[in-house]
């Protein structure tokens, strides 16, 4: 049986390391997927994830994005520090035999704002973002808004939205989904309706099974689009 352990990925052009948590499946690798959490404790969910990405066939990889910061600190991680990151667990699934275009990035929260930015400018198979805040205005200064950067896609993005998130307007939302679908790659928005925030944790309020169908187009996004 699989088994999660820890590791350091090496960052590009230093001596340091960003520290991940990761988890192979027990058979051939598929690809990998580079899992972007605003967790500075890694938490059963997100435990729970890693392994649902090995039982899948991927070599899930986790970054601890925070390994820079104080404890205490409430600091958000994007502009170089996560490109950084994101490069170091990058390479860490290069150098497990996986394909670059066999490589996605999954994230969630901010973090799903920091994976659609990391598909605008790196060479990742396919993205999916869950409730990514910083629509229309950037999350920090950091950041560009997502409408700006979306049109610059360059990998398959798929965005999961709650439709009665309080902090993330539909009509936010529906630019968006007209501002990826200007890129020249595969895109998909999708918001469930009686979700106040993330579809993949809750099922809606009307009956249907948001979180199950949010779980699977996960699973099925990155079945499609990394090979």
């Known amino acids: 049986m699989s088994v999660i352990f820890e590791d350091l990925a090496v960052l590009r052009?230093?001596?340091?390391?960003?520290?991940?948590?990761a988890i192979e499946?027990?058979?051939?690798?598929?690809?990998?997927?580079?899992?972007?959490?605003?967790s500075r404790e890694f938490t059963s969910s997100l435990l729970a994830l890693l392994r649902s990405l090995a039982a899948e066939?991927?070599?899930a990889v986790a970054p601890q994005l925070f390994h820079r910061e104080p404890?205490?600190?409430?600091?958000?991680?994007?502009g170089d520090n996560l490109f950084a990151d994101f490069?170091?667990?990058?390479?860490?699934?290069?150098?497990r035999g996986v394909f670059a275009d066999c490589i996605g990035v999954l994230g969630f929260d901010d973090a799903g704002t920091a994976a659609l930015l990391v598909a605008t400018n790196r060479p990742v198979g396919a993205a999916v973002s869950v409730a990514a805040r910083g629509i229309v205005d950037p999350i920090n200064d950091d950041a560009p808004s997502l409408l700006d950067a979306a049109p610059r896609l360059?990998?398959?993005?798929?965005g999961l939205y709650g439709a009665?998130?309080?902090?993330?307007?539909t009509?936010?939302?529906e630019l968006l989904r007209d501002a990826v679908a200007k890129a020249d790659v595969a895109t998909n928005v999708v918001s469930y309706d009686g979700v106040g925030h993330r579809a993949d944790e809750t099922a809606s309020s009307d009956g249907a099974d948001a979180l199950v169908d949010a779980q699977t187009r996960i699973f099925d996004w990155f079945d499609s689009n990394l090979r």
């Open 87 to 95: 490069d170091g667990a990058f390479d860490w699934l290069i150098g």
């Open 57 to 59: 066939g991927w070599i």
């Open 164 to 169: 009665d998130d309080p902090e993330i307007p």
């Open 71 to 78: 404890a205490d600190s409430d600091a958000e991680v994007f």
């Open 154 to 158: 360059q990998a398959p993005w798929l």
């Open 25 to 38: 499946p027990d058979g051939h690798a598929r690809g990998g997927i580079v899992v972007l959490h605003e």
């Open 171 to 173: 009509e936010h939302v």
């Open 13 to 21: 052009g230093s001596a340091g390391g960003v520290p991940v948590t």
